[in-house]
């Protein structure tokens, strides 16, 4: 422990430098509009006022919004833990022919621009008819090479002999999988669910992009509204932002005794 002081003595202002925004974020949803649009700005209310968070949830395309990106989460989190793991898995254990140029095919697909390719991804939405409905929205994240990644680096470290051993008891290759590999897998497993999730709450230009009907908005879509050209409604803007920010800081802090786990065992083989 003492020879990590230093190290604290410089994370400390750094963690204090990262924690402005959110704390002027906190602050400024309670603040009054009048003071927030005051100059100089004020860095602490005079008096503690609810009407942004009033406004926020008496609205009635808030919880719509709330609700949409909520089951685009689910559906992104749950597609993610299944398809990304059997695909990792399958690189992982499975000898194929190609498997090594499908590999790096998945994993090249991280290097090209995500602007790049919305007009193709666009196209390909509305020739299926899925433009201005939710599907747009988790459709993309229904698996990456990030996770598919993240799993076969998990499973390439664990020991073969436990599953030789399950095969042995009787096990088929599926029941190996979901009964012995899978329940090792819980902390990549966690890490995954945590990434995507902030990645699929956190979404914003390609439902921007696709989905132009306020009933199918996401939340980041619908808070875009409290901000005008001319007009911003910033003590609805900013407790819209607290109200959205609330879920992500709960899934990191329940997830993150997983990070580091996971992030060392996975780089134990390439």
């Not at 399950?166 to 012995?180: H, K, M, P, Q, T």
Request: overall charge positive.
């Amino acid at each position: 422990m003492r020879r990590q002081w230093p190290y604290h003595l410089v994370l400390l202002p750094l963690s204090l430098l990262f924690a402005a925004p959110l704390v002027w974020m906190l602050l400024t949803s309670f603040m009054p509009d009048a003071e927030i649009n005051s100059y100089p700005p004020r860095l602490w209310p005079s008096h503690i006022s609810f009407d942004g968070y009033i406004k926020v949830l008496t609205e009635d395309s808030y919880p719509r919004w709330f609700g949409n990106t909520l089951l685009v989460t689910v559906v992104a989190v749950v597609s993610h833990l299944v398809l990304c793991s059997l695909a990792g898995y399958g690189f992982a254990r499975f000898r194929f022919r190609g498997r090594g140029v499908a590999f790096a095919a998945i994993m090249a697909t991280v290097m090209v621009p995500t602007q790049v390719l919305m007009i193709p991804t666009f196209l390909v939405f509305k020739n299926l008819g899925l433009i201005d409905t939710l599907a747009a929205a988790f459709v993309p994240w229904l698996a990456t090479a990030f996770g598919v990644f993240l799993m076969r680096q998990f499973f390439l470290g664990l020991p073969r002999e436990l599953e030789e051993a399950a095969r042995i008891d009787g096990c088929n290759r599926l029941g190996v999988f979901f009964r012995v590999v899978l329940p090792l897998a819980r902390p990549a497993l966690a890490t995954l669910a945590v990434f995507t999730f902030l990645g699929a709450w956190n979404d914003l230009i390609w439902p921007l992009i696709a989905i132009n009907s306020e009933d199918t908005y996401t939340l980041q879509v619908g808070l875009t509204t409290f901000a005008g050209a001319r007009h911003t409604q910033w003590s609805a803007l900013m407790a819209g932002n607290v109200l959205a920010t609330f879920p992500l800081i709960v899934a990191f802090v329940l997830a993150q005794r997983h990070f580091i786990a996971t992030m060392s065992f996975s780089g134990l083989k390439g």
